[in-house]
């Protein structure tokens, strides 16, 4: 329950400070609460001045860095908080191949940025901000039973301001109704010179697999424009016979 306006107790200091010395009895009570509520306000106008230091400092506080540069992007479409965007992609059955493009455009960046986010937290050293990805650059396929996605795209080193291309991998491993509609990133890397593409279209060829069934080096479920990490980063696309290609559009 909350009363009108509380009237402070009426002692002779208090009334002075609320009724602006109508009520007062002495001089020095009326003054004394003038000069603290003078204080009050100083202190006041000198706590809203100062915030910029402490974001300076802050930005240059390595690992830290990464987090705010993420969170303060959320309300841009596409980003890692996009939940918007899961419920609107399962609605696009009806929409031309032209429509569905810019919600895809937007889904695919929101998956780049989660796996960034996944990067970032696991190379404290570094520190990368999304900048693009393409549309054909994102393979979607099921291995396993699992749905996955294989995507490379470019970010921007906020240290050095080199671009750099990525690759990563994100599972359907999780509870498809979180706001990320179940997937998780399962991995991220740089990719330099020394990469390799996909090699759907040698089965596609006819060509003839090699012998062993499961090929570590390699992923069978992209095309040769999705450049993938050499080595066994990734769990996905390895079992040549085994996979179920999906289609973007
Ligand atoms: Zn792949």
Redesign the pocket.
């Known amino acids: 329950m909350v009363k009108a306006k509380a009237r402070p107790t009426p002692t002779a200091a208090a009334k002075s400070a609320v009724a602006g010395g109508g009520e007062v009895s002495t001089e020095t009570p009326r003054r004394s609460a003038r000069l603290q509520q003078a204080a009050k306000k100083k202190r006041s106008r000198d706590a809203s001045l100062p915030p910029a230091p402490a974001p300076a400092r802050h930005r240059q506080a390595g690992k830290v860095l990464c987090a705010p540069e993420i969170s303060d992007k959320k309300t841009v479409e596409g980003t890692i908080n996009d939940a918007e965007i899961e419920s609107i992609v399962l609605k696009l059955w009806n929409f031309t191949e032209e429509e569905r493009v810019p919600y895809y455009n937007r889904l695919n960046k929101k998956r780049a940025n989660m796996a960034l986010a996944w990067y970032n937290e696991n190379n404290p050293e570094d520190c990368y901000e999304f900048t693009s990805v393409l549309l054909h650059d994102v ?1 979607n396929f099921c291995d396993g039973g699992v749905c996955h996605v ?1 995507i490379n795209f470019k970010a921007r080193n906020v240290t050095t301001n080199s671009e750099d291309l990525f690759f990563a991998e994100l599972a359907l491993i999780n509870n498809v109704f979180d706001q990320y509609s179940g997937y998780t990133t399962t991995a991220c890397c740089i990719i330099d010179g020394n990469c390799l593409g ?1 090699l759907r279209n040698v089965l596609l060829n006819g060509c003839f697999l090699r012998e062993e069934r499961y090929d570590e080096k390699n ?1 069978y ?2 095309d040769e424009k ?1 450049k ?1 990490p050499t080595g066994s980063t990734y769990k ?2 390895h079992y040549a016979e085994d996979y179920l290609v999906q289609g973007i559009l």
């Open positions: 393979c294989h996909g992923c479920a992209c999705i993938h996905g696309g």
